[in-house]
């Protein structure tokens, strides 16, 4: 529950930031020329136990290629503690390409833009539990069944997402994002316990996802 109060004030915070600077007076481009390449940073997997960095390549003014790489691990379960407290030692990783279409060059104070993903995530976690049944037509005995296993899952998909970015300074943006795809199960037993709407959909079907970074433009 801390981590969710956390996330909640990050996103807070994020959405704060984007709207003081969007009131704010400046120039409709940042600098004259466009830039070529960005560094992204996606900070709410930090409160989750996830990592995760990007780079974009520009390959015309107005598109660009992105490569987003993340890898996720936890003694305590990380994100999945707050699901279910039976979860331990949690690792992940996580692979993200896109191809973006801005509607203005990407030196724009503001620009908005929609990209096709393909991205594919692995997760693996213990999970432990001890179940005590009691049979009381038998004098109230009980039985006691033990649960140690290792639960993965392993999902591929395709689809679009439309993000919105806008510079807090003159080189660094923040960057929104909403949109979904179909994912697809390709290895592993246990797409559905491992699936959390939003962050991190590994269940079969098609599933809105998002995404909150900050991008340095180089």
């Known amino acids: 529950m801390k981590n969710l109060n956390l996330t909640f004030l990050l996103i807070l915070f994020s959405l704060q930031v984007y ?17 070529d390449k960005m560094v992204h940073f996606i900070p709410i997997p930090l409160l989750v136990g996830g990592f995760e960095m990007g780079y974009e390549k520009a390959t015309t003014t107005k598109e660009s290629f992105y490569t987003q790489i993340g890898y996720y691990t936890s003694k305590n379960g990380g994100m999945y503690k707050l699901k279910n407290g039976n979860y331990t030692d949690m690792n992940g990783l996580k692979v993200e390409l896109q191809y973006r279409f801005y509607r203005k060059s990407n030196n724009y104070f503001k620009n908005v833009w929609i990209a096709p993903f393909m991205n594919l995530k692995t997760m693996s976690l213990k999970y432990s539990e001890t179940i005590t049944t009691y049979s009381y037509s038998t004098n109230y005995t009980t039985k006691t069944t033990y649960i140690n296993e290792n ?3 392993t999902t591929m998909a395709f689809g679009y997402m439309m993000g919105i970015r806008k510079s807090v300074f003159e080189n660094i943006y923040c960057d929104f994002s909403l949109g979904g ?20 959909p590994y269940q079969r079907g098609v599933q809105l996802r998002m995404n909150l970074g900050f991008c340095i433009a180089l």
């Open 151 to 153: 639960r993965t899952a």
């Open 19 to 35: 709207s003081t600077y969007a009131q704010r007076e400046i120039s409709s481009v940042t600098r004259n020329s466009a830039y």
């Open 181 to 200: 795809g179909i994912h697809l199960p390709i290895a592993g037993d246990n797409h559905e316990d491992l699936n959390i709407g939003l962050i991190a």
